[in-house]
């Protein structure tokens, strides 16, 4: 599977939107990428995935590059809640995910 | 719906000791894996099954043996206990992956659980 990489930490202020970016140079045209988050004390949680184009749902966005060699998770306003670990993931023929250390996000009030 | 439930929470063992974490879920899931996250790290896969009465190795499968006998549970066993196991050891469900035409293979949302706290002094 295709190595990704994250910022290991981030910050931004409530009710402020934030791009989190996730770097996959070596994605290969089938791959899809998913996005996971972690709360503090709990399991991950699905963000969402995508494969060539933009997604959009209740949680979040998800930008693709063109070249799909790296991608943005968009929070468009954040909340205290928000506060968690963000794993970018990129599956490829195996039946398993591959996550990395991810990118921890503070949210300031 | 309970989703994935984990037992136990929490459990110390001492070096040699075995034991047997559940997991159970009640979504009718296809696939259940078996992660372990240590301090400041990610998850790593340690095995996984696609089906009742199938499993298969992850990235860290030595010294853990899983059995899927019922659709719903997915057990992982340590044989020795050794102070390295110590971690917090992930449970997760999906409903199976499909191909989709020229686009490859999709792996549907995985829904963990709470976590098994596992101290091996």
């Known amino acids: 599977d295709a190595k990704t990489t994250q910022p290991n930490s981030m910050e931004s202020n409530e009710e402020e939107p934030v791009h989190l970016p996730c770097n996959h140079s070596?994605?290969?045209?089938?791959?899809?990428i998913h996005w996971y988050r972690q709360l503090p004390s709990q399991g991950p949680e699905y963000v969402i995935h995508?494969?060539?184009s933009n997604v959009n749902n209740r949680m979040a966005s998800l930008a693709i590059a063109e070249d799909r060699k790296s991608s943005t998770l968009i929070l468009h306003r954040a909340t205290l809640r928000d506060a968690a670990v963000y794993y970018c993931?990129?599956?490829?023929?195996?039946?398993?995910?591959?996550f990395g250390s991810g990118t921890q996000l503070t949210v300031l009030p | 719906n309970a989703g994935v439930t984990q037992t136990p929470k929490f459990r110390v063992l001492k070096t040699g000791q075995s034991m047997t974490l559940l997991c159970a879920q009640d979504?009718?899931?296809?696939?259940m894996y078996w992660y372990r996250q240590d301090p400041g790290m990610g998850l790593r896969l340690i095995h996984y099954?696609?089906?009742?009465?199938?499993?298969a190795k992850g990235e860290v499968p030595d010294g853990y043996n899983v059995s899927r006998l019922k659709k719903q549970n997915f057990l992982l066993g340590l044989e020795s206990a050794a102070p390295s196991q110590t971690s917090v050891y992930f449970c997760?469900?999906?409903?199976?992956?499909?191909?989709?035409?020229?686009?490859?293979?999709?792996?549907?949302?995985?829904?963990f659980g709470d976590g098994t706290r596992l101290s091996i002094l």
């Open positions: 997760a469900s999906s409903s199976a992956g499909y191909q989709v035409a020229g686009q490859g293979w999709m792996n549907q949302p995985q829904h």
């Open positions: 070596t994605i290969s045209g089938t791959d899809y």
């Open positions: 995508g494969l060539t």
């Open positions: 993931t990129v599956q490829g023929s195996a039946r398993q995910l591959t």
């Open positions: 979504m009718n899931h296809e696939y």
């Open positions: 099954s696609v089906g009742e009465g199938t499993t």
